[in-house]
């Protein structure tokens, strides 16, 4: 591995072109955003400026006029609200995002899911590659890592130290969610190639991290 940095932590990469990938950076300064790395002059160069950027997605969308699929850029931003791209340089905002904070995403087909920070519904979902957006329909505790399993159900951690702390589930794509269990410090959720469920756990006290295999079962 060979290390470079701009001076600014990474969120996010995804693959551009041959060349290049492009980088969503940034910690609450004046030069957050989204930048290209050059895998051979090892430069980075601002695309767009975002502030506290926490996630970047390609995601295959269907185009209704083609009815073939195309891969588009999703940013989402701490204070920002929702970025979207289909060339991965020319970026426009998403309307109903705006002044929300996007903390997490994941997708599954035609279905996207965005989880935010700062207010009582806290999920947002779509059956429609984004086109159009719905609040989840019950409180939802503060999700700060969401990710569906190959079957379509969607799992998500609440974090910290609370009575709400734990591991999260939906099978109707984000829009109702029901406990799996209760834990704190909980910081990460995922699964493996043939669907074992992995959650992890991050503290400052020291014994209270680390990571394990969940069988829902």
């Known amino acids: 591995w060979t290390y470079y940095t701009y ?10 072109n041959a060349t290049q990938i492009l980088v969503a950076m940034g910690c609450g300064t004046y030069s957050d955003g989204i930048y ?17 950027p926490n996630f970047m997605l390609i995601i295959p969308v269907l185009d209704e006029n083609t009815n073939l699929f195309t891969d588009e850029y999703f940013v989402g931003s701490q204070f920002g609200g929702l970025f979207r791209s289909i060339d991965g340089l020319i970026w426009t905002e ?5 002044g929300k904070s996007c903390t997490t995403m994941d997708y599954y087909g035609e279905h996207f899911v965005i989880a935010e920070t700062g207010n009582l519904y806290n999920v947002y979902w779509s059956d429609d590659y984004g086109v159009n957006w719905n609040e ?12 569906f399993n190959n079957s379509g159900e969607l799992y998500g951690v609440f974090p910290d130290y609370s009575n709400s702390s734990g591991l999260y589930k939906s099978e109707d794509f984000g829009n109702n969610w029901q406990v799996e269990f209760w834990s704190d410090n909980m910081s990460a959720v995922g699964f493996d190639a043939v669907g074992n469920i992995f959650v992890g756990w991050d503290s400052l006290v020291a014994g209270n991290e680390g990571i394990a295999i969940y069988n829902p079962l």
Not at 7 to 16: F, M
Not at 94 to 98: C, D, E, I, L
Not at 136 to 147: E, G, R
Request: charged content about 15%.
């Open 7 to 16: 001076g600014l932590p990474v969120t996010g990469a995804v693959n551009l």
């Open 36 to 52: 290209t790395f050059d895998l051979e002059t090892h430069q980075f160069e601002v695309v767009e400026w975002v502030v506290n």
């Open 136 to 147: 989840a329909i019950d409180p939802v505790p503060i999700l700060t890592d969401i990710n």
């Open 94 to 98: 998403v309307p109903y995002f705006n």
